[in-house]
């Protein structure tokens, strides 16, 4: 497959598209947290201890996996049904019928090591504090995996807001976290 390169003019379109996407994802995330903060401790108690903060999280990553072995089916299937993919990918490159779904499988495992790594430091500094943020960057995280494997396709401007909407949760989990270490050493 040769890649298509695109003009300078075509170029800043698709920069103003992934900036549009990136700001409309931030504003979807900072209202869904801002709902978690507001809604959930109103109908489900949050515990404070270990216990409850690692058993959350354990059934929180659950849903984070299961985008990863949705992306592993779709790999398999694919490769199930091509003539050029059935031997694998040490044998060339994947095809145009499976690339997409490569890429978003790619993408995907990449995106759940840090969430899930993130979301268990978040968790372990703030416990119950921390679980309402929790459960929304689930739900975060499926709605960008189904907005960015079906924006692929158009290019880097119709995945943006999938991929915003996956990522920037794992960024305030770092600001988060981060900021929690800080103020603890400088107590």
Same mark, same amino acid.
Request: aromatic fraction near 10%; glycine fraction near 10%.
């Given at each position: 497959?040769?890649?298509?390169?695109?003009?300078?003019?075509?170029?800043? %379109?698709?920069?103003?598209?992934?900036?549009?996407?990136?700001?409309?994802?931030?504003?979807?995330?900072?209202?869904?947290? /801002? &709902?978690?903060? *507001?809604? &959930?401790?109103?109908?489900?108690?949050?515990?404070?201890?270990?216990?409850?903060?690692?058993?959350?999280?354990?059934?929180?990553?659950?849903? #984070?996996?299961?985008?990863?072995?949705?992306? #592993?089916? &779709?790999?398999?299937?694919?490769?199930?049904?091509?003539?050029?993919?059935?031997?694998?990918?040490?044998?060339?490159?994947?095809?145009?019928?499976?690339?997409?779904?490569?890429?978003?499988? %790619?993408?995907?495992?990449?995106?759940?090591?840090?969430?899930? *790594?993130?979301? *268990?430091?978040?968790?372990?500094?703030?416990? /119950?504090?921390?679980?309402?943020?929790?459960?929304?960057?689930?739900?975060?995280?499926?709605?960008?995996?189904?907005?960015? *494997?079906?924006?692929?396709?158009?290019?880097?401007?119709?995945?943006?807001? /999938?991929?915003?909407?996956?990522? &920037?949760?794992?960024?305030?989990?770092?600001?988060?976290?981060?900021?929690?270490?800080?103020?603890?050493?400088?107590?």
């Amino acid at each position: 497959m040769t890649p298509y390169k695109l003009t300078e003019d075509e170029l800043r %379109q698709e920069q103003r598209m992934v900036h549009r996407c990136s700001g409309a994802a931030a504003v979807v995330c900072a209202v869904m947290y /801002g &709902l978690a903060y *507001l809604f &959930l401790p109103r109908v489900l108690h949050f515990p404070d201890d270990l216990d409850s903060a690692l058993t959350f999280w354990a059934g929180a990553i659950l849903f #984070i996996v299961l985008w990863v072995m949705v992306g #592993i089916g &779709l790999v398999s299937r694919g490769r199930r049904l091509s003539a050029q993919d059935i031997r694998g990918s040490a044998y060339g490159p994947p095809s145009p019928r499976i690339a997409v779904y490569a890429a978003f499988l %790619q993408n995907t495992l990449e995106q759940a090591t840090v969430t899930i *790594l993130l979301l *268990l430091a978040v968790l372990l500094l703030l416990r /119950g504090e921390a679980m309402p943020f929790v459960g929304a960057s689930v739900i975060l995280f499926a709605v960008g995996r189904v907005a960015f *494997l079906r924006g692929y396709p158009g290019g880097a401007g119709t995945r943006a807001f /999938g991929m915003a909407l996956t990522a &920037l949760p794992s960024v305030v989990a770092f600001v988060v976290a981060a900021g929690s270490v800080i103020a603890r050493v400088l107590r």
